[in-house]
């Protein structure tokens, strides 16, 4: 099976900073990664699919990038909507299942 | 506009068989590419993908929790359903069900349902 790493765990900004979290691969996924915010007590919204694809409607801020085993997602000015829990998420299409990484919560430093 | 909802119990006893239900609009489960995903996460924990299946009843589950679920879906309905066995307390989580886009990742999710196992 597949497993995700994040790193950091956790992370503290400010306003307007500039954010990179990162997530591994156990193995070579290619580009079939997404990324997902999550804020408390609600679902998860897809922010990027395919390592880069920006999801319709998702601010311009969020990036992703990457492929193989190594991926990042930058949000190029954190706003305060976007304190929040961050997933990835590998759909090998070779892999007959999907994981999640283990989440990076971004909070106010 | 894809919508999703979950519904079931709240609450199940330990050894119990948890139904959840998935009805959706906005799809149908008869287009091709298309599939439903479940995924649970603990209070104050991290998602975990649990299965999915897809509109030619294509259907792929976690390998740790692989013996204990089963998903079926009623296009007429349009509803899809997950039925876990010998339900534990450390299942106790919030039940997401989800549109599965590209065969991988999931663009839409319903709320969740809350599902406490306690004796």
């Known amino acids: 099976d597949i497993q995700m790493t994040q790193s950091p765990s956790t992370l503290s900004a400010f306003v307007g900073d500039r954010v990179t979290i990162t997530c591994r691969a156990s193995?070579?996924?290619?580009?079939?990664l997404a990324w997902y915010q999550q804020r408390p007590g609600k679902a998860p919204n897809l922010l990027i699919y395919?390592?880069?694809s920006l999801e319709n409607g998702v601010p311009s801020r969020f990036s992703g990038s990457g492929s193989g085993t190594e991926f990042t997602l930058t949000i190029s000015s954190l706003q305060p909507d976007d304190f929040a829990t961050y997933y990835c998420?590998?759909?090998?299409?070779?892999?007959?299942?999907?994981?999640f990484g283990q989440g990076t919560k971004v909070e106010v430093k | 506009q894809i919508t999703l909802r979950e519904s079931g119990p709240t609450m199940v006893k330990p050894t119990q068989t948890l139904t959840l239900t998935c009805t959706f609009s906005?799809?149908?489960?008869?287009?091709?590419?298309?599939?439903v995903g479940w995924i649970r996460q603990p209070p104050g924990k991290a998602l975990e993908w649990l299965a999915v299946?897809?509109?030619?009843?294509?259907?792929r589950y976690s390998p740790s929790l692989r013996t204990r679920l089963r998903v079926t879906k009623d296009t007429s309905k349009n509803q899809v359903v997950l039925i876990m066995t010998d339900m534990d307390p450390v299942d106790t989580a919030t039940y997401y069900c989800?549109?599965?886009?590209?065969?991988?990742?999931?663009?839409?999710w319903g709320q969740g349902a809350l599902v406490t196992v306690s004796s």
């Open positions: 193995q070579s996924i290619s580009v079939w």
């Open positions: 395919k390592a880069s």
């Open positions: 906005g799809f149908s489960l008869t287009t091709s590419g298309v599939g």
């Open positions: 998420q590998q759909y090998d299409s070779y892999s007959p299942t999907w994981t």
């Open positions: 989800a549109h599965n886009r590209d065969w991988g990742y999931f663009d839409y």
């Open positions: 299946i897809y509109w030619d009843d294509d259907q």
